[in-house]
Nanobody, 123 residues
Framework: VQLQASGGGLVQAGGSLRLSCAAS????????MGWFRQAPGKEREFIAG????????TYADSVKGRFTISRDNAKNTVYLQMNSLKPEDTAVYYC??????WGGGDASMWQYWGQGTQVTVSS
């Protein structure tokens, strides 16, 4: 099982990025999908999750109103649209697939992890 995250990069504060996470070797259409991030010296934190059908989403307070998670089950891909980026959003971003049709902030809910993509926001 492989989750491949892409779309990271360097952006100025206030800018936007769109992350993608494509799954291979199996489908995750029945699993919740999510995004986490880890900044230097900090623990990995949950930032967004979407249920298996894409109809229900949840966000960390730090990104609510700025980030949008979505998924395309036909493409076996989950996205994270990040707007109004701030320097404190700088981190390595990881996608993950949940054990269940949905997932939240508890790390034990997540079974598969991508390799991470770096997002750097300059001030």
């Amino acid at each position: 099982v492989q989750l491949q995250a892409s779309g990271g990069g360097l952006v100025q504060a206030g800018g936007s990025l769109r992350l993608s996470c494509a799954a291979s070797r199996r489908t995750f259409s029945n699993n919740g999908m999510g995004w986490f991030r880890q900044a230097p010296g900090k623990e990995r934190e949950f930032i967004a999750g979407v249920n298996w059908r894409g109809g229900s989403t949840t966000y960390a307070d730090s990104v609510k109103g700025r980030f949008t998670i979505s998924r395309d089950n036909a493409k076996n891909t989950v996205y994270l649209q990040m707007n109004s980026l701030k320097p404190e959003d700088t981190a390595v971003y990881y996608c993950a697939a949940a054990r269940l049709p949905w997932g939240g902030g508890d790390a034990s809910m997540w079974q598969y992890w991508g390799q991470g993509t770096q997002v750097t926001v300059s001030s």
